[in-house]
């Protein structure tokens, strides 16, 4: 079992649609986690941490189930400029370490 | 403030030789991170290293090796090139692990290399 698994996609949605990416992680002693943005053939960056009590920036959601190792990533009224792989990181025992899911690609059609 | 640097972007390599991957930071970051992206495998990590002068192995250690001689440069050598090491490769920086959470990684631009 891959320690980090995500939906596997692509997801193809109209502009104005909300859209909701899912991820678990296998490692109880994971303490931090993020989700990550790349776009094609450019380098993954930071979209938004992920805390216990769930969080959100704009039209991004994001929710946090410790119970059952699961993450979740909402996107509401989606944009074209959305369009993207979406990458779910969690950490690993060892401080400093990431562990990144396949990622999901995600496409926003006019 | 050029944030990480990747040095080369693009190269091609045929199979034995050698190489070496520069990456550079100029955010005074402590921690640094190589890894490798293949098409639907996510991120894998090389090699880390959490100060000047150590270095520990991540994932994928295999046929690569690493040096941190400098804070702000952390280096990537592929001593005797595979196909199998075909890949793009990211370097990454962040700040000192304090306990609670880990800070945000900044990534390089990546190097896309060939093994034929």
């Known amino acids: 079992r891959k320690e980090v698994e995500q939906d596997p996609g692509p997801f193809n949605v109209p502009e104005g649609a909300t859209v909701a990416f899912n991820c678990t992680y296998s490692?109880?002693?994971?303490?931090?986690f993020f989700w990550y943005r790349q776009d094609c053939r450019k380098e993954p960056k930071l979209l938004m941490s992920?805390?216990?009590s769930g969080n959100e920036d704009g039209r991004f959601t994001a929710q946090l189930n410790r119970a059952s190792q699961y993450i979740s990533l909402l996107i509401r009224d989606s944009k074209l400029s959305d369009s993207a792989t979406y990458l779910c990181?969690?950490?690993?025992?060892?401080?400093?370490?990431?562990?990144f899911g396949q990622g999901t690609e995600l496409s926003v059609k006019p | 403030n050029a944030g990480v640097t990747q040095t080369p972007k693009f190269r091609v390599l045929k199979t034995g030789q050698s190489m070496t991957l520069l990456c550079a930071q100029d955010?005074?970051?402590?921690?640094m991170y190589w890894y490798r992206q293949d098409p639907g495998m996510g991120l894998r990590l090389i090699h880390y290293?959490?100060?000047?002068?150590?270095?520990a192995k991540g994932e994928v250690p295999d046929g690569y090796n690493v040096s941190r001689l400098k804070k702000q440069n952390f280096l990537l050598g592929l001593e005797s090139a595979a196909p199998s090491q075909t890949s793009v490769y990211f370097c990454?920086?962040?700040?000192?692990?304090?306990?609670?959470?880990?800070?945000?990684?900044?990534f390089g631009p990546g190097t896309r290399l060939t093994v034929t």
């Open positions: 990454a920086s962040s700040s000192t692990f304090m306990g609670q959470g880990i800070y945000e990684q900044y």
């Open positions: 490692n109880s002693a994971s303490q931090s």
């Open positions: 992920v805390y216990s």
């Open positions: 990181v969690v950490t690993a025992n060892q401080g400093g370490k990431l562990i």
């Open positions: 955010m005074n970051h402590e921690y």
């Open positions: 290293s959490v100060g000047e002068g150590t270095t």
